[in-house]
DNA sequence: AGGATTACTTGCAGATCGCAAGTAGTGCAG
DNA sequence: CTGCACTACTTGCGATCTGCAAGTAATCCT
C-alpha cells in the first residue's frame, strides 16, 4: 500500500479499497477503533501484535488522508490525541465483520473459545442486528469493548 | 504479509486473516478467480494492475501453502498451470463483496457506469443469492466473467 | 522545578518491491 | 526433428519500506 501517489492502478473498486486498506494494520487499526473502543495511539500501540510506532503514526496519517478516521485534541490533556473513526470509516463495518468470521472459521478456530463461539453464532444469525449495533455504538460514542480481545 | 515466518502475533481471527490476505495484491488475485474466471499465470498478469512476476509467483505460492488456492497442470498443454480457489478460498466471497461495495461506494464512485450500479444494487438488495451464485459457479468450474471488469 | 506521560521523529540495517532480463519446459509449423 | 513461440516462472539489482531502538517536543503532575 505504500509506494502509491495516489494513482489508482485499475478502476476496480477492490482494487481502490486496496489501495488505502491493503496492508499488514490498516484493518487492524480500524478493528481496535471499531469493536474495542481504543483511541489514542498508546493504546493502539499496546494493541498486541506489536506495530512500530513510526509505522503507526504513517497509518494514522494515511488513513486520516483518505478520510477513514479524523483526529482531534484532547480537550482536557493536550498531550492527547483523539483518533475516531469517520462515516466512510465506520463503513467499513461488514468488511471487518466478514474478515473476522473467515477468520475464525479458517485460521484460527483453536482460538475460539467459548464466549468466541457463542459471538460467531450470533453474527451469523443476526448479521444486520449486529451491523446496525456497530454503527448505533459509533454514533453514540460508546467506548465499552464490543468484543472481547480474543487473546490478543 | 511477507515477513512473517509463520508467526501469528495475536490471538485475534482479523490479525490471523490478515497473515494471509493482508497485502497489496492477494485479494485482487482472488477476485480474479472468482468472478473474471482467471484461472493462469499469464492471466494474472495481464489482470490490469500491473503486478510483477516474480510478486505474482511468490503470492500464488503463499495462497496455496495457505490453503487458499490449489493448482494443477492443464492435461492438454503441459505448459500451463491452472489454479483455484479452494473450498477456504471460495469462502472468501463475502469478504470480497464487501470490499467491493465499500470501494465502489466511497473510492471509486465515479467509475461506476450504469451497469455497475445495477449490480451494485443486485447485490446490496439480494446479498445472499449472490453469494449463492458466486458458489454455484465455483462448483460447476463455470469460467464466464461475473462482473463486467469496471475498465480495469 | 523536575520527573513522568503522550505522541510522535529520526537513524539505520535488513527485508521487500518493482522492473528488466534470463531460463526451462513444452507445443507447433515446416 | 529443428527452430521459433509460448507459458511459467527465476534472477539480479537499485529503490523503497519495515522493524527496532533511541531521541524529541509538548504537556501535565507534584
Known amino acids: ?4 501517489k495516489g494513482k489508482h492502478r485499475s ?3 477492490v482494487g ?7 496492508d499488514r494494520w490498516s484493518m487492524l487499526i480500524i478493528r481496535d477503533l471499531m469493536v474495542r473502543g481504543y483511541r489514542t495511539f498508546k493504546e493502539f500501540q499496546g494493541s498486541g501484535e506489536g506495530i512500530a510506532t513510526n509505522i503507526l503514526a504513517d497509518r494514522l496519517q494515511r488513513l486520516e488522508t483518505a478520510g477513514i478516521v479524523s483526529s482531534e485534541k484532547d480537550p482536557e490533556d493536550a498531550r492527547r490525541v483523539f483518533y475516531r473513526l469517520t462515516e466512510k470509516g465506520i463503513d467499513l463495518a461488514p ?3 466478514e474478515l473476522l468470521m473467515w477468520g475464525a472459521r479458517h485460521e484460527a478456530p483453536k482460538s475460539a473459545g467459548p464466549v468466541m463461539k457463542q459471538m460467531m453464532a450470533m453474527m451469523a444469525k443476526d448479521r444486520v442486528g449486529f451491523l446496525a449495533e456497530v454503527r448505533k455504538r459509533w454514533e453514540e460514542r460508546d467506548l465499552t469493548p464490543l468484543i472481547p480481545k480474543f487473546g490478543g
Do not use: F, R, S, T
Request: overall charge negative.
Open 16 to 22: 481502490a479499497a486496496l489501495d488505502v486498506l491493503g
Open 1 to 4: 500500500m505504500p509506494g502509491l
Open 11 to 13: 478502476g476496480c473498486p
Open 95 to 97: 468488511v471487518l465483520l
